[in-house]
């Protein structure tokens, strides 16, 4: 079956440090990865969409890159600040979404 | 309101009772999902609607598990027979399209059920 994998369950940062989030999938060769930030209590937000055309996508803050041969994508918070405090979850269209990085950034 | 909006919030319930949780979409929006979410898990996919037709559900657990969305924008999950495994934050997302084409999904904020 189709799986997500993230590469750890907690980042803990320094403020102005770059995060960097692994996600990692199987059995599947999908047209497109989503970022989604969650925080406590909320339903998840969309951050960002990468194509599997596309190596790498920037919104502000966040870059996410897309490897189709390593079946990987990974998603870079730069200049993290406390606010970046959150869950993030990578998602496959539609059906499947990893566990989870939660990222507590320290002031 | 502007963006997908649940109910209840909350829902305590007995073991074997039935339960109903709602969704209203962004107004427009086509495609509705359902998800169930627990502590410390991502979201776990239930069903996906296109319209008024259920497009997708084998992500229901069991066949106390139905849903609907007989005009094509509000949807309820329904639960029959509630067992305590049931326990988890039911999320409802919309997009504009559907498979093979998703675009953003748009969350609301859940409705955690407990039951008892």
């Known amino acids: 079956s189709q799986k997500i994998e993230q590469n750890s369950e907690a980042l803990n940062i320094q403020e102005g440090k770059t995060a960097t989030l692994t996600c990692n999938y199987t059995?599947?060769?999908?047209?497109?990865l989503q970022w989604y930030r969650q925080d406590p209590g909320r339903g998840p937000v969309f951050l960002l969409l990468?194509?599997?055309?596309?190596k790498e996508k920037r919104k502000e803050r966040l870059k996410v890159t897309f490897d189709t041969t390593l079946k990987q994508s990974l998603f870079h918070i730069t200049a993290s600040q406390p606010a970046d405090s959150a869950t993030y979850l990578c998602?496959?269209?539609?059906?499947?979404f990893g566990a989870g990085t939660t990222v507590t950034v320290r002031a | 309101g502007a963006g997908v909006s649940q109910t209840p919030s909350n829902k305590v319930t007995e073991k074997g009772k039935y339960v109903e949780l709602r969704c209203d979409p962004i107004s427009g929006h086509t495609a509705l999902y359902w998800y169930r979410q627990s502590l410390g898990q991502g979201p776990e996919f239930l069903i996906y609607?296109?319209?008024?037709?259920?497009?997708?559900d084998s992500g229901l657990p069991n066949d106390r598990f139905f849903a609907v969305r007989p005009e094509g924008s509000v949807s309820t999950l329904k639960i029959q027979r509630t067992e305590r495994g049931d326990s988890a934050v039911y999320l409802c997302?919309?997009?504009?399209?559907?498979?093979?084409?998703?675009?953003?999904?748009?969350f609301g904020e859940g409705s955690r059920l407990t039951v008892l």
């Open positions: 998602a496959l269209p539609q059906i499947s």
């Open positions: 059995n599947y060769s999908p047209a497109y």
């Open positions: 990468i194509r599997e055309n596309e």
């Open positions: 997302a919309s997009s504009f399209g559907g498979p093979p084409n998703t675009g953003e999904l748009f």
């Open positions: 609607f296109q319209g008024t037709g259920a497009a997708d």
